[in-house]
């Protein structure tokens, strides 16, 4: 049991305005970081990241990013939702959360990776978006709908 003088968790700089992702599965922020496709020529804004931080729930260590002056696209997150099925993304106005959501995954993924079969015919140049049938929630595994073939390493896939 956490007493109560304790700190809750490891706090990040606060933000004005922007982004949090929580609840990140521990050891997959850099893998959010990718998707979220931050250079420096497209970014102007100040990002936190926190790693193997402590979580008050669900599992023990999390990871967490905090991104200013910046929103998520759906398609992104509907990507991180494949490698941090347990994330809460948390949209920060004035300093105060005022939309939260969890990521979503559903049953199908349609055209948010690619295939790790070269033979498979979504690898060859048709103009077929790729789709996979969700098999397992937590960690996430899916299957080509196409040639069957079970993605293992999700986050080198993702288009
Ligand atoms: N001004 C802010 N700047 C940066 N991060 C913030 C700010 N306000 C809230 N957050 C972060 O946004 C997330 C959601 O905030 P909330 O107050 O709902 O946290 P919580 O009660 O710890 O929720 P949860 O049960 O999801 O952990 C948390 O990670 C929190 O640290
Ligand atoms: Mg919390
Ligand atoms: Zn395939």
């Not at 049953?107 to 077929?128: D, F």
Request: proline share 4%; hydrophobic share 40%; aromatic share 4%.
């Amino acid at each position: 049991m956490m007493e109560q003088h304790q700190i809750k968790e490891v706090k990040l700089a606060p933000i004005r305005n922007g982004t949090v992702i929580d609840h990140i599965r521990c050891g997959q922020a850099l893998n959010v970081m990718k998707i979220l496709k931050v250079n420096e020529s497209n970014i102007d804004s100040c990002i936190s990241i926190g790693m193997h931080v402590a979580s008050s729930k669900g599992a023990q260590w999390k990871d967490i990013i905090k991104i200013e002056d910046r929103e998520l696209d759906s398609r992104s997150v509907d990507k991180i939702a494949l490698i941090a099925p347990e994330a809460t993304i948390s949209i920060i106005r004035d300093y105060y959360v005022a939309e939260k959501y969890p990521v979503r995954l559903g049953e199908k993924v349609v055209g948010l990776a690619r295939c790790s079969n070269p033979n498979c015919i979504t690898n060859k140049g048709e103009p077929i978006l790729t789709e996979f049938t969700v098999i397992r929630r937590n960690p996430v595994e899916i299957r080509c709908c196409y040639c069957d073939r079970i993605l293992l390493n999700v986050s080198d896939n993702l288009l």
